[in-house]
């Protein structure tokens, strides 16, 4: 956020009037963070010595992520006077600053270490020399030319101790240089300590790249220990997501289990160190205010001629063997007006819910995703076999259920779903209330066989019927159960429907539908039944459509 100049000069005019004593560094620190699905709420806290008179405190180690413009300010011990901001031009971070020692202090000590490392294979390395020089030695003092005068007793005398000094110097050597090796093995690991090292303090200088600077002015009558709050909210640079798992227990009570956490990831150009975490269900960043409703004005005019067809022009197809019934491969437009174990506890009492955990928690910016395990919360579930033959070739296993948990599921993107331990799907959640109902898919049944087919079509003078105003149509569905257990089953399908009285559709079904409109979704159909093991479903849909003389069918 950027203020207006006339606003920095301002407050740079009432800084600068001011006859300051001193200039005291605020080092502050982020200690509580609430993270909501695309927002964070921040508290970041220093303490402080105020001696009498007035001063300025200096910050310069806040982000540029921090929305200025929700900044709240809480101080004690003094009186605030003014505030200034400066977003560009801060001062680099001092050289004595606690987290800068402390990154340097490592690389101190690892670069000492790296050294001990260094002298002690260069000590065994001596070894090593010093024996091969030995060696060297013992190889000349049997070379030289004065022995030939000894006698073969004091020759055999010589030999010996050349070959047992030999030996043992040259054992000397070969042990000095595997010490050596392996002294030098240690620098591998070494070395990488280093570079983290390196990288930790390359972090903080990070954390410097983008902040802003911000002085403030105050005066204090008392001298004593001062505190500064400082809360903030940052937008788009930290986020949660519930991290969720569905296990369903199948068997004569079937039971549902949710496995919850969340994972939280932040990008806000500091790192979050030992901080308390609260995480809320409630979204910010949504639209808060309803929509408007426009006025809406209808009006006549003369139809235009429409484009001769054939007759088989009358029926659009699709490759599921729908027939006319299937929407048309070109959607009408519509045009509709824009829309302006870890230990943790949970609070309900309001809208959403919140969820502090006890233990601090430290995410660094950027690459970190902090994974949160929670708790398992169980249900009752029915589960049947969903079938919808226009569409699929195989029914799913489908779980209903209730949302009877402490609050709202948040949406979630690549569930992993499992049925009695075992992985079986992978699938989008999406939101859903207190109390509210819904059914989750646990993949595919595959020995649950599907078929549809049009055994009769008659399209204007095509068929049986020579009237150029009619089509009939009719359609079997199958369904075979192949597995060793009895399904209750739910079959959905589908026949058009119209709010023109000129347009009748007429239809028939054998045997009888458990359901019309489904949801309220008109011409949709549903059959419920239980599906023994081995058991065929025959079921036969018929349907008219009649139209008058003249007209075309869209």
Not at 113 to 122: G, L, M, P, T, Y
Not at 210 to 236: C, H, I, K, M, W
Not at 260 to 267: C, E, H, L, M, S
Request: glycine share 6%.
């Amino acid at each position: 956020m950027r203020f207006s100049l006339s606003l920095l000069s301002l407050l740079a005019s009432s800084v600068a009037s001011l006859a300051w004593a001193d200039d005291i560094t605020v080092n502050s620190q982020v200690t509580e963070v609430t993270v909501y699905p695309e927002v964070a709420a921040i508290t970041r806290r220093a303490e402080f010595d105020l001696p009498i008179g007035q001063h300025r405190l200096i910050l310069s180690n806040i982000p540029y992520s921090a929305d200025l413009e929700t900044l709240q300010l809480d101080l004690t011990g003094a009186r605030q006077t003014a505030l200034l901001f400066r977003e560009d031009g801060a001062p680099p971070r001092r050289a004595d600053d606690p987290e800068v020692l402390a990154a340097e202090a490592v690389i101190k000590e690892v670069e000492a270490r790296i050294q001990a490392v260094r002298d002690e294979a260069s000590r065994a390395e001596s070894d090593a020399a010093a024996a091969q020089t030995a060696i060297g030695f013992l190889q000349q003092l049997g070379s030289n030319e004065g022995l030939a005068e000894a006698g073969a007793e004091a020759l055999r005398d010589i030999t010996r101790m050349i070959a047992t000094e030999a030996g043992a110097a040259g054992k000397q050597a070969l042990e000095a240089q595997i010490r050596a090796r392996a002294i030098e093995d240690q620098l591998e690991d070494l070395a990488e300590e280093l570079k983290d090292a390196e990288q930790a303090l390359a972090a903080v200088a990070l954390q410097d790249a983008n902040r802003y600077y911000l002085v403030v002015a105050v005066d204090v009558t008392q001298a004593g220990p001062g505190a500064l709050e400082l809360n903030y909210f940052t937008s788009g640079y930290a986020s949660s997501q519930p991290s969720y798992e569905w296990h369903l227990t199948t068997g004569e009570a079937p039971e549902l289990e949710l496995k919850r956490g969340f994972d939280v990831w932040q990008a806000t150009g500091e790192n979050w160190n030992g901080v308390d975490l609260t995480i809320s269900t409630l979204q910010p960043g949504e639209r808060g205010t309803p929509s408007h409703i426009n006025a809406q004005q209808r009006w006549l005019q003369d139809p235009r001629p429409e484009p001769k067809m054939r007759s088989q022009d009358f029926a659009t197809y699709d490759d599921s063997g729908a027939g006319f019934l299937a929407e048309p491969i070109v959607e009408p437009i519509i045009m509709e007006e824009a829309a302006g174990g870890v230990h943790w506890g949970a609070d309900t009492s309001g809208p959403g819910a919140t969820y502090h955990f006890s233990h601090s928690v430290s995410i660094v910016s950027g690459p970190d995703i902090l994974k949160l395990e929670m708790d398992s919360l169980t249900t009752e579930a029915e589960v049947l076999a969903v079938a919808v033959p226009m569409r699929d070739e195989t029914a799913y296993r489908v779980a209903k259920f209730t949302n009877d948990f402490d609050g709202d599921l948040l949406e979630s993107y690549r569930v992993p779903m499992f049925v009695d331990g075992k992985l079986v799907t992978f699938s989008k959640f999406e939101r859903l209330a207190v109390g509210q109902e819904a059914e989750l898919g646990f993949g595919a049944l595959h020995g649950l066989r599907l078929s549809r087919d049009v055994l009769q079509k008659s399209e204007g003078e095509r068929g049986v019927i020579s009237r150029s105003n009619q089509q009939q149509e009719v359609v079997e569905i199958s369904v075979e159960n192949l597995t060793g257990e009895t399904w209750p089953l739910r079959l959905l399908d589908r026949v058009p429907y119209s709010e023109q009285e000129e347009l009748e559709i007429t239809w028939t079904a054998q045997p009888s539908v458990s359901e019309a409109n489904v949801e309220k979704e008109r011409g949709i159909l549903a059959w419920e039944f239980d599906l023994a093991p081995g058991e065929d479903k025959l079921i036969r849909l018929e349907t008219t459509l009649s139209w008058p003389e003249g007209k075309l069918l869209r």
